[in-house]
Antibody
Framework: EVQLVESGGGLVQPGGSLRLSCAAS????????MHWVRQATGKGLEWVSA???????YYPGSVKGRFTISRENAKNSLYLQMNSLRAGDTAVYYC???????????????WGQGTLVTVSS | SYELTQPPSVSVSPGQTARITCSGD??????AYWYQQKPGQAPVLVIY???ERPSGIPERFSGSSSGTTVTLTISGVQAEDEADYYC???????????FGGGTKLTVL
């Protein structure tokens, strides 16, 4: 059974840092691209970052330069290092697996249950 | 930055048909995906590749595409379909994922 379990969320002051983890099990982690998606309370989904099987990374402009996605295949783990945090980064952070079904196209087939990050003084 | 536009809310009575649209300039070049999210739960894929239905998703869910707009249609809406629905695609380069703002489906 595929499982994604996030951890590392919590309360952090503006300007602070936090590192999220996502423990994967039930599949060959190294063979899948992985993503982080966040959701502020009562708001929509927002894509945060992606990492390919070769370690290539992608970010939207809202977090580029502040967040760093990484993976450790030997530990079946995905990470998100978040620096210079702002109140607007407050959200539930989900890790999600990208499933490629052909021609370079993919969808998110498994999601974790999320970890809450609160940025406040 | 690239955006996908959805109506904030759609309301239908049980048994009726709900249609939720999603508009974006890159949709003629990039596939769209639809996710259903119920309160306190992670999203669940209901449509992929504009109109394909994953296994386990009821036949009443369907998708279509026309130009810069994709549409999620739920035929014979049931109370259990009440949820938030998000479209998702990519920008024209294909490297950045984009979500629509979400549509709250209310079953009256």
């Amino acid at each position: 059974e595929v499982q994604l379990v996030e951890s590392g969320g919590g309360l952090v002051q503006p300007g602070g840092s936090l590192r999220l983890s996502c423990a994967a099990s039930g599949f060959t982690f190294s063979s899948y691209d992985m993503h982080w998606v966040r959701q502020a309370t009562g708001k929509g989904l927002e894509w945060v970052s992606a990492i390919g099987t070769a370690g290539d990374t992608y970010y939207p402009g809202s977090v580029k330069g502040r967040f760093t996605i990484s993976r450790e295949n030997a530990k079946n783990s995905l990470y998100l290092q978040m620096n210079s945090l702002r109140a607007g980064d407050t959200a539930v952070y989900y890790c999600a697996r990208a499933y490629y079904y052909g021609s370079g196209s993919y969808y998110f087939d498994y999601w974790g249950q999320g970890t809450l990050v609160t940025v406040s003084s | 930055s690239y955006e996908l536009t959805q109506p904030p809310s759609v309301s239908v009575s049980p048994g009726q048909t709900a249609r939720i649209t999603c508009s974006g300039d890159a949709l003629p070049k990039q596939y769209a995906y639809w996710y259903q999210q119920k309160p306190g739960q992670a999203p669940v894929l209901v449509i992929y590749k504009d109109s394909e239905r994953p296994s386990g998703i009821p036949e009443r869910f369907s998708g279509s595409s026309s130009g810069t707009t994709v549409t999620l249609t739920i035929s014979g809406v049931q109370a259990e379909d009440e949820a938030d629905y998000y479209c998702q695609s990519a920008d024209s380069s294909g490297t950045h994922v984009v979500f629509g703002g979400g549509t709250k489906l209310t079953v009256l």
